[in-house]
């Protein structure tokens, strides 16, 4: 499965973004999705994850209450929406494909390309 994922840009502390991340090739619908991000000289890290189904879903502690994600199966498309952002959520963001809900990056086979979330204080 090939993942592409948009919608990042430069947002002032406090306000929103949505990341989409549309995949084409096999099924979506057979994939859990997972979010995350990097900041340049760290590890990436967990942001968000969703089901098959979408029924399921989990986040980091640091994003919970303010993230939320999603996914459209027939539009073969998950998102994240981001409100009461922070500067410290500043980094590349990832989207992912693997065959279960997971908060480890070993666990997902497929990765987008990244899009690039700057918050400014």
């Known amino acids: 499965v090939q993942l592409q994922a948009s919608g990042g840009g430069s947002v002032q502390a406090g306000g929103s973004l949505r990341l989409s991340c549309a995949a084409s090739g096999r099924t979506f619908g057979t994939y859990a999705m997972g979010w995350f991000r990097q900041v340049s000289g760290k590890e990436r890290e967990f942001v968000a994850a969703?089901?098959?189904?979408?029924?399921?879903?989990d986040y980091a502690e640091d994003v919970r209450g303010r993230f939320t994600i999603s996914r459209d199966n027939a539009k073969n498309t998950v998102y994240l929406q981001m409100n009461s952002l922070k500067p410290e959520d500043t980094a590349v963001y990832y989207c992912?494909?693997?065959?279960?809900?997971?908060?480890?990056?070993?666990?997902?086979?497929?990765w987008g390309q990244g899009t690039k979330v700057t918050v400014s204080s």
């Open positions: 992912a494909a693997g065959p279960r809900l997971a908060t480890i990056e070993r666990e997902y086979d497929y």
């Open positions: 969703i089901s098959r189904g979408g029924s399921t879903s």
